[in-house]
């Protein structure tokens, strides 16, 4: 069993992100007992642990929630969320890819420019 803090420090977080997901709904929070301190279980350090390796993917709390109700359900239905999320990664690499390439030429720009005139790299933002 853990107390808040027990359960922030194992997992590797504040215990204000414990407290927050507990607010949206991703860790339940246990009944606090006349005196004393809640205790967290071994399970709740797991869910913890489950919600920062799926934030570390790169998956939103929502779909972190998402993932927790299809923990139960079957694989097809959790394949199907992940690779929706893996659609949004590569249109992402793909607009970073553009944007990178941007960045380049306007840096190239801005290295070949005579010292007389205008920052290419501002002016392409003024514009």
Request: proline share 3%; hydrophobic share 35%; aromatic share 6%.
């Amino acid at each position: 069993m853990y107390t808040i803090s027990k359960l922030a420090k194992e997992a590797n977080v504040g215990v204000e992100t414990i407290r927050f997901y507990e607010r949206k709904a991703l860790l339940e929070q246990p009944i606090k007992p006349l005196q004393g301190y809640r205790q967290y279980t071994q399970q709740a350090l797991t869910r913890v642990l489950f919600i920062k390796r799926a934030q570390y993917l790169g998956f939103t709390l929502a779909e972190i929630s998402s993932l927790l109700v299809l923990s139960t359900s079957s694989c097809d239905d959790v394949q199907s969320l992940a690779e929706h999320k893996l659609d949004i990664i590569e249109d992402k690499l793909k607009d970073l890819s553009r944007l990178k390439g941007s960045l380049e030429s306007l840096v190239s720009d801005c290295k070949n420019n005579p010292k007389n005139k205008i920052c290419p790299i501002i002016q392409s933002l003024q514009s």
